[in-house]
């Protein structure tokens, strides 16, 4: 892997307002639907924060605040990782959960439900698991569809508020599987935007699926509600026909990216006018320093530790 890219500790652009751009409801796990306090306004990008659920607590998403207005320092928070999974015997790809994801999950009213009832989003990132299934090789529209349901279903059941992609160890191939095609992740996306037309869809910019956004006069870029780089400490903007308010060209590892060039980064992307601004590993030590590093830039004010 490139050293750049996360490290996993695993058991198996200035938007007009990140609360105007983060309009995606969420559903209780009961089926009601939950009645967020709407979180103090703030100008400026959306901020997402990866955390690591084998290791860390959701709820560290919501410890920071800003100095100047109270708003979120993170706008949305992502469950770090289910997984796409091969079933050898009925040659099916299956929604995982390990025992951690399974505990957040369990516990939607602890772990869950305070975020969002500060106003920020819950999202499930899901990621290959070295089985051979991967978002970019089911066999037809039909296998795809059929995952797709499966991940609205848990989005609906835990009453998160969306769906993140990161096509990473797959190893397509593995148990008999097919390599890469160029229908499957479009087959997967239209079907799961179809499932639920207002939750976010993002997509982590790696992998084959990335690269197969159109088939058969079909392009889903635009069913994506954000995509990102994930090269912690780079630059680079996602390849996808996205609008600026919807990409993150900046990403950076809470603790591992220089605060130097975390600023950097975040000063760049209110220069170049872009709407997202990636972190990942927000773990639960106080990381004030460094999220005052982007906050600063990304919306003119210090971040605030509420331990």
């Given at each position: ?59 560290n998403v919501g ?163 954000y995509a990102w ?17 919807k990409l993150s ?59």
């Amino acid at each position: 892997m490139f050293t750049l890219v996360r490290t996993r500790a695993r058991t198996a652009a200035l938007a007009l307002s990140a609360a105007a751009a983060l309009l995606f409801g969420a559903t209780a796990a009961s089926g009601a639907p939950a009645a967020p306090a709407p979180a103090p306004l703030k100008q400026g990008p959306t901020s997402v924060a990866y955390v690591e659920v084998n290791n860390n607590s959701m709820l560290n998403v919501g410890k920071y605040t800003l100095a100047n207005g109270g708003g979120n320092a993170f706008d949305v928070a992502v469950i770090f990782a289910a997984n796409i999974n091969y079933d050898t015997g009925t040659k099916t790809a299956y929604l995982h959960f390990n025992e951690n994801v399974q505990r957040v999950l369990d516990n939607a009213a602890t772990q869950i439900r305070p975020l969002q009832q500060k106003g920020i989003k819950v999202v499930l990132s899901v990621l290959g698991n070295h089985q051979g299934a991967g978002f970019a090789n089911f066999p037809s529209q039909q296998a795809a569809s059929a995952f797709a349901k499966q991940l609205s279903d848990a989005v609906a059941k835990y009453g998160l508020d969306g769906v993140d992609f990161d096509d990473e160890y797959a190893e397509y191939g593995n148990n008999g599987t097919a390599q890469p095609n160029d229908s499957s992740f479009v087959h997967l996306v239209t079907a799961l935007r179809a499932n639920m037309p207002d939750k976010i869809i993002s997509l982590y910019n790696i992998g084959p699926a990335a690269s197969r956004l159109s088939y058969g006069g079909v392009d889903v870029s635009a069913a994506f509600d954000y995509a990102w780089n994930p090269y912690y400490g780079t630059w680079q903007v996602p390849g996808i026909s996205l609008p600026k308010a919807k990409l993150s060209p900046a990403a950076v590892e809470i603790g591992r990216t220089p605060q130097g060039t975390v600023s950097d980064l975040a000063r760049r992307t209110v220069d170049e006018v872009y709407g997202v601004y990636l972190t990942y590993n927000l773990d639960g030590g106080d990381r004030t320093a460094d999220v005052s590093a982007f906050t600063r830039e990304l919306y003119g004010s210090e971040a605030v530790h509420t331990p």
